[in-house]
């Protein structure tokens, strides 16, 4: 009986652990089931207007920089080795900055560097 019960709290634990783990990572945002998730929630680019921001990047030549990290929402880019550029008023008004990293076109927070939006 003793063994079955330690068994029985064994298995407990462990299914706990993995739930627990899974929360965590949900909670944070960034990466669920080995997917990106692109936050729209944000005061970047809006939907209809990342077409013709794509082509604004292609048409400036901006840089692409190559960083190890995986490149997604809520991940943080490096302070040196990447240029980060101003939103132009035309795909409206925004706090964060863009750059071209790993060939993802991603906004950031200007001072914590901290990517806010793919822009797919």
Do not use: W
């Not at 209809?48 to 990047?57: G, L, S, T, V, W």
């Not at 991940?75 to 240029?83: D, H």
């Not at 795909?91 to 790993?102: D, L, Q, S």
């Amino acid at each position: 009986m003793r063994n079955k019960l330690l068994a029985i709290s064994a298995i407990t634990i462990a299914m706990s652990a993995s739930i627990t783990a899974q929360a965590q990572s949900d909670t944070v945002g960034i990466v669920r089931g080995g997917s990106v998730v692109i936050n729209d929630d944000v005061d970047g680019i809006a939907a209809d207007q990342r077409p013709a921001f794509r082509e604004y990047i292609v048409r400036e030549h901006v840089p692409e920089y190559t960083v190890p990290d995986r490149v997604v929402v809520g991940g943080v880019l490096p302070e040196a080795g990447v240029t980060y550029y101003d939103v132009p008023q035309t795909f409206g008004a925004t706090p964060y900055r863009y750059t071209v990293v790993n060939g993802r076109t991603v906004l950031v927070e200007p001072r914590s560097r901290r990517i806010v939006q793919v822009v797919e």
